[in-house]
């Protein structure tokens, strides 16, 4: 049988200096521990797993001829080996372990492997004086048979229900694919969604000379874009931002041709083409307006009027943006619509606060961002309800003193009538005439940058100011420019 590191007790003390197992007889004696020392700590009669009597390797099931093969035992291991007072003492009677477990349970049969186990388990060693404590071995990974014999059982034949040791104290290898191996303690969603941020290409010049360079070595030079151009990204980026719910613009300026119909339809382009659309230019002239006469044409001419008198239609579930496209007239390529006024001269009783109420509670369903255009008349109720709901107020004017004076007064109006936030933040637009004679700028820059949050000029636009449906394609680079930087400055104020 196989001898097991249970069944041996040393007898001396190998850690003591000089002592080796390859000494001569009597040399190590010295050293050795005490006769009555090695009596208690002496092994028990039924461990001789090595080579015992016959009786013995018949008990755990050795072959009859194993002493022929493996050498017969020497009589001092006969010796060492016979069964002695400590076993006897330790040993229950045969007839107590027949009345409690059964004929045959002073062994249990080991179900893997067919050898006989001893049903006691071999005896704990206690330290020997003057020697340091063993360390713990680390628990066992199988199930221990119940009854508290202490004998392993291997995992594949323990019965189904036990419970399974588990290791306490072997260090577990970490590795990448378990939990906290990579990240730190205590991560949540946000940080595993923060992944898939892809941070941004480095940008790469478009226009200019930089720009017919990349273009003429098919990416090969890819040069960065100059401050002009990061000018124009940087305004694009402002225009193209989530405003966070519905928004409104609203151009003002009591006297008449002083732009503001020309703005409106210039925001809501750029707005627009910039957001993928969604705009819509609102002409709210209690009488008669000419933003519709200023804008593309569609296949028909209905007005505000009309929608207002079908406007129960969009109030309820069935209302849809398809339907409103028959008051709405679409701008194309611009990617917005306009909603004019009523462009008969004759037309009856002026808008009302609650009417521009009730329109704007419609639209608001099927646009994220409406660009109002106003009338003359301040103390009208339909222009006063649509200052209670501006998000950002552009004051237009042209470079001419009395069209400048006359939107001076108007913010004294606004003031006085408690909006003063509202002029703080304002944008103010000038218009540039085609001759700059007898133009007295930097006064008007002054007054209106003293008062509002930016003052910005519109360069002179010959298709502009004809008076004709603008096409929008033909405009210059530079006024489409200018009205860049302008609806990013309105921007930033929604």
Known sequence: MEHTEEDTVPLHRTEAS?????APPGANHERSAPPEVNAQYSTPADADHESGSPEVNRRHGAAPDADARF???????????APSAVHQQHSAPEDVMNQQYGPGADSIRNPRQGDHVP?????VATPMPGSEPAQEAPTSRFETRPGGDGWPVPPETAPAGRQVAVPSRVPVPVFPDHAGALERIGVTADDFSSRRVVPPRPPVAETGLRGALHRLSFGLVALPPGPRE??????????????GGLRQITVVNPKGGAGKTVAVLMLAMTFGRHRGGYVLAWDNNETQGTLGMRAQQDFHVRTVRDLLRDLDHF????????DLSQYVRAQGGAMFDVLASDESATAGEMLTSQAFGDLREAVSRFYKLIVVDTGNNVRAANWQAAIDATDQLVVTMSARNDSAETAARMLD??????????????V????????????????????FAA??????????EKLLDSGEPIRYDSLSKASSGAWLRIASAVAEGL
């Open 413 to 426: 109006h606004l003031e006085q009538t408690g909006r003063r936030d509202l002029v703080r933040g304002a």
């Open 18 to 22: 000089g002592w080796s197992p390859f």
């Open 230 to 243: 990061q000018a124009r990204q940087r305004a694009v980026e402002t225009v193209r931002r989530n405003f």
């Open 451 to 460: 008062r509002t949050r930016a003052v910005l000029l519109a360069p002179y």
């Open 315 to 322: 109030k309820g579930p069935t209302g849809r943006i398809g």
């Open 71 to 81: 050498g017969a035992p020497s009589e001092a291991n006969r010796r060492r080996h």
């Open 119 to 123: 049903s006691t388990p071999p005896p």
């Open 428 to 447: 103010s637009v000038v218009s540039m005439p085609a001759h700059r004679k007898d133009v007295d700028l930097p006064a008007v820059q002054r007054h």
